[in-house]
């Protein structure tokens, strides 16, 4: 990396390098990248060059002795080169370790409008910022049922009271046939880290219960409605079958 960036004068680390240096999760030792402004050369015999039109402006600090593009940046570095749900893990990792906010992440997308990647990040940030749209409970409610009364699917009770030994609860739906629990899950991405673990006792409590939970997300009961109802489906054949 230290003979990489003295063949481009000013150039920092960037992309997988700067996410291995930021530890990054799946981030390992590889060919050195480094970033350079527009007008610089971006051929390299030893790294592979990122030519930035806003590279002045770029966020950047030093670690282990190099300098090397911000977290955000270095997501953005990033975003072009990984698919959707590896890029959406990555920015979740990066914000669970509170190095790196939503709204630095937003900054950095609408610093690079245009930009390769940007399309493909900019929805995974603008779902976690606070402001994130939430949908009223009656509208989830009103995609979960439509789907529920799809006549492929057996009868279901909705808003079914369900008591287990260490807490009770009110399930969105439950298909006594399938002894299957339906949620339709349509907090923000910030509310559900902070109920992660209401939910995980109340999901244990019902596998230990001999039920089975599944939860769709608003975006998949709104969008894929027939993806959710083949999952409801090949769900209840498994629970028939056991």
């Known amino acids: 990396m230290a003979a990489a960036l003295l063949t481009r004068d000013g150039s920092i680390a960037a992309g997988r390098s700067a996410a291995y240096l930021h530890e990054f999760p799946g981030f390992g030792p590889a060919r050195p990248v480094i970033m350079v402004g527009p007008d610089g050369n971006a051929r390299s ?47 979740d990792s990066v914000l669970a370790r509170r190095s790196c906010t939503t709204e630095e992440l937003a900054r950095v997308v609408g610093s690079n409008d245009g930009a390769r990647g940007v399309a493909r990040l900019r929805p995974i940030v603008e779902h976690r910022l606070p402001d994130a749209y939430q949908p009223p409970t009656t509208e989830l409610e009103r995609l979960l ?3 529920l009364d799809d006549t492929r699917l057996p009868a279901s009770t909705r808003q079914m009271p369900m008591s287990y030994q260490r807490v009770d609860a009110t399930v969105d739906a439950y298909i006594d046939s399938w002894r299957l629990i339906v949620e339709g899950d349509g907090r923000r991405w910030h509310t559900r880290r902070a109920d992660m673990a209401r939910d995980r006792l109340r999901d244990n409590e019902a596998t230990a219960h001999g039920f089975a939970v599944l939860r769709f997300i608003y975006e998949q009961l709104r969008d894929e409605p027939e993806k959710v109802i083949d999952t409801l489906l090949r769900t209840g054949h498994t629970r028939r079958a056991s």
């Open 145 to 147: 049922y439509r789907v």
């Open 45 to 91: 015999p030893l790294a592979k060059v990122i030519r930035s039109q806003r590279f002045n402006d770029v966020g950047r600090l030093r670690k282990s002795g190099f300098v090397v593009t911000d977290e955000a940046e270095t997501v953005m570095s990033l975003a072009a080169d990984l698919d959707g749900d590896r890029l959406e893990a990555l920015v």
